[in-house]
């Protein structure tokens, strides 16, 4: 009888990470380091965070499409994750592109026009004809990714769900149009919409018309758009969202189980219960909340 052949499986290459702002690019970084991967890391110049320079890396403008390919090319890499705000939503200007970057971004010139969704749906193409696969950051890191049911000690109640449920419809409607991933609603009514700002210009907006002696109430409401590839742009909350709610005089925060990232589950627990407000997290394409 002839033996089973054994066929070696080649290691995995170092994961590329372009990294944008905030906690989300070095958790990702970590937890792959965690389970024995390297990484390699282009840093995106005025976004990313000093705390990636504990990993292989290198500083990058947003024009050096040629440095960024040729960094994870000599290391190796073939995956690759996107991840990280941005604070700057522009595309770079021709003077800051390099030559690797020119004709491409000429011959795409039409993502001007569109969403940031498509965009970013373009600028994962641009890497996927070159030979890498994108792999989104739940994938890497899946204990970054909010569960069903609550965070912290404090759960909504049946009103507070009633408004969860139409936040939801709202937000999709919303997300369809491309225009952000949250809405705040207060008594069974939509009474603000995120913008091209983000969800912390939008809490800070609700803060400013708030009455200072008003007791909290209103729910935050956060998902993804219809057509958004999570692969590239996830929602994300974290103890500073959670603070910004607080301080908008909301009562909870409802987003999509499994498909938001949460920057430190155990402090937005915190932050939290010190607030007195609500974190849940529905678990389902309908809407319905977790348990």
């Known amino acids: 009888m002839v033996g089973a052949v054994e066929v070696e499986t080649a290691p995995p290459g170092p994961l590329a990470v372009l990294a944008g702002g905030g906690d989300f690019p070095a958790a990702v970084a970590r937890a792959a380091v965690a389970e024995g991967r390297g990484v390699i890391v282009a840093a995106i110049r005025g976004e990313a965070d000093a705390s990636i320079e504990a990993h292989p890396h290198r500083w990058v403008g947003r024009g050096q499409l040629g440095t960024v390919l040729r960094l994870f090319r000599e290391a190796g890499a073939r995956d690759l994750v996107i991840v990280g705000g941005m604070r700057e939503r522009r595309l770079p200007r021709l003077d800051e592109l390099d030559l690797g970057a020119i004709f491409v971004?000429?011959?795409?010139?039409?993502?001007?026009?569109?969403?940031?969704?498509?965009?970013?749906?373009?600028?994962?193409?641009i890497f996927e004809t070159r030979g890498f696969r994108i792999v989104g950051a739940g994938e890497v890191a899946p204990e970054l990714l909010m569960p069903s049911g609550m965070l912290g000690a404090i759960g909504p109640d049946s009103e507070a769900l009633a408004?969860?449920?139409l936040g939801i419809a709202a937000a999709r409607e919303h997300g369809a149009?491309?225009?952000?991933?949250?809405?705040?609603?207060?008594?069974?009514?939509?009474?603000?919409?995120?913008?091209?700002?983000?969800?912390?210009?939008?809490?800070?907006?609700?803060?400013?018309?708030?009455?200072?002696?008003?007791?909290?109430?209103?729910?935050?409401?956060?998902?993804?758009?219809?057509?958004?590839?999570?692969?590239?742009?996830?929602?994300?909350?974290?103890?500073?969202?959670?603070?910004?709610?607080?301080?908008?005089?909301?009562?909870?925060?409802?987003?999509?189980?499994?498909?938001?990232?949460?920057?430190?589950?155990?402090?937005?627990?915190?932050?939290?219960?010190?607030?007195?407000?609500?974190?849940?997290?529905?678990?389902d394409a309908a809407g319905r909340a977790g348990v």
């Open 163 to 165: 408004d969860v449920a």
């Open 177 to 283: 149009r491309d225009l952000g991933q949250a809405v705040i609603v207060v008594d069974g009514r939509v009474v603000a919409r995120e913008g091209r700002e983000g969800t912390d210009a939008m809490l800070a907006a609700h803060a400013a018309r708030r009455n200072p002696g008003a007791e909290p109430c209103g729910v935050l409401i956060k998902l993804p758009k219809p057509m958004q590839d999570l692969r590239l742009d996830m929602p994300a909350i974290g103890p500073v969202t959670v603070a910004s709610a607080a301080a908008a005089g909301l009562a909870g925060m409802a987003v999509a189980a499994g498909a938001t990232l949460v920057a430190d589950r155990e402090g937005v627990a915190r932050a939290a219960d010190g607030a007195g407000l609500w974190v849940w997290g529905f678990d």
């Open 105 to 125: 971004f000429l011959r795409n010139l039409r993502i001007l026009t569109r969403g940031d969704d498509s965009l970013l749906r373009r600028i994962a193409r």
